[in-house]
């Protein structure tokens, strides 16, 4: 069964710190993953995309790493900063035409 | 600016009325989803769309109905069968074939709540 999972939970860091974020799939044939952030009462806001083809893709202060044989996904934060809390999802398309499959999300605190 | 529209962002049901949420898109994208959040649980797919005329079901359909009439919106009726029907629905986008990066784009969803 095909399935993504990412831990912790929730995430509490001081202000200004690196973070790294966690996203695990079962079956490394992958067509791409995608990661999102969610603030409370909102919908999903893509936050960056990668091909099976990449190893890591960025945006800002944001990176996104990919490694299909060890079946992982990282999403580093730079310089942390209270406006980064919220909830950050990770989902993974396994086939060009298929649905994709959603992590639960991490929930992040930055403490100001 | 191309995006998904999702009204309204607030809707009350009263036990037994059926009520429809809308979502329309203008990315010209084939394929959309609808999917329920609940507090703790996460996203659950209840319907997707490939194309126009066609659906198909996902993990939690019961209770619920779609149509696909048209490629730009994608409505989904909650109907009195749906026991539970207070959560966050929120509806996505995608290419489905040909070219691009077939990443999914969000509506900023609808919070229904029963009265």
């Known amino acids: 069964k095909q399935e993504v999972t990412q831990i912790p939970a929730a995430l509490s860091v001081p202000e200004g710190e690196n973070l790294v974020l966690n996203c695990s799939f079962t079956d490394s044939a992958i067509y791409n993953l995608q990661w999102f952030r969610q603030d409370p009462g909102k919908g999903l806001t893509s936050l960056l995309l990668?091909?099976?083809?990449?190893r890591e893709q960025t945006s800002g202060r944001l990176n996104a790493s990919l490694d299909k044989s060890s079946g992982r996904s990282t999403l580093y934060i730079a310089a942390s900063q209270p406006g980064d809390s919220a909830t950050y999802l990770c989902?993974?398309?396994?086939?060009?035409?298929?649905?994709?499959?959603f992590g639960k999300g991490t929930r992040l605190h930055i403490l100001p | 600016d191309g995006g998904i529209t999702q009204s309204p962002k607030y809707l009350f049901r009263k036990e037994g009325q059926n009520v429809t949420l809308s979502c329309e898109q203008n990315?010209?994208?084939?394929?959309m989803y609808w999917y329920r959040q609940d507090p703790g649980q996460g996203l659950r797919l209840i319907y997707y769309?490939?194309?126009?005329?066609?659906?198909q079901k996902g993990d939690i359909a019961e209770g619920y109905s779609v149509s696909r009439e048209k490629k730009e919106s994608f409505p989904l009726t909650v109907t009195s069968a749906q026991k539970n029907p207070t959560a966050f629905y929120l509806c996505?986008?995608?290419?489905?074939?040909?070219?691009?990066?077939?990443?999914?784009?969000f509506g900023s969803g609808t919070r229904l709540t029963v009265v």
């Open positions: 989902a993974v398309r396994w086939n060009r035409d298929d649905k994709i499959i």
């Open positions: 996505a986008s995608s290419i489905v074939g040909g070219q691009g990066s077939y990443g999914y784009t």
């Open positions: 990315l010209n994208h084939d394929a």
């Open positions: 990668i091909q099976s083809s990449q």
């Open positions: 769309s490939q194309i126009v005329n066609d659906f």
